[in-house]
Nanobody
Framework: QVQLVESGGGLVQTGGTLSLSCAAS??????????MGWYRQAPGKQRELVAT???????RYGDSVKGRFTISRDTAHNTVYLVMRSLKPEDTAVYYC?????????????WGQGTQVTVSS
């Protein structure tokens, strides 16, 4: 069974900082976490890229978060982190962890359950 366990998020004022983390765990199987990342979805909007990080540390950011958000990972523990600084009300959304996990049987993509981030003005 695959789980992406997200933590962090919550309510913060404009200009504040929040951190998210997501740990991939698999019971009864051997796997390798490849690209991991975060996406977000605000009410009435499509899910959009926040940031991704490959296994070798290459990063990609959505235009709206460049320079404010930082993604990192602990590859040994299959965990990805997101530090969100200078938060704005428009950053309010449900943030979803995403991971490409490689098993002997192939590569599969998974989503976390989502964590709410609310930025008050």
């Amino acid at each position: 069974q695959v789980q992406l366990v997200e933590s962090g998020g919550g309510l913060v004022q404009t200009g504040g900082t929040l951190s998210l983390s997501c740990a991939a765990s698999v019971s009864g199987d051997i796997f390798r976490a490849n690209t991991m990342g975060w996406y977000r979805q605000a009410p009435g909007k499509q899910r959009e890229l926040v940031a991704t990080i490959t296994r070798d540390g290459s990063t990609r950011y959505g235009d709206s978060v460049k320079g404010r958000f930082t993604i990192s990972r602990d590859t040994a523990h299959n965990t990805v982190y997101l530090v969100m600084r200078s938060l704005k009300p428009e950053d309010t959304a449900v943030y979803y962890c995403n991971a490409d996990l490689f098993f002997e049987r192939g590569n599969f993509n998974y989503w976390g359950q989502g964590t709410q981030v609310t930025v008050s003005s």
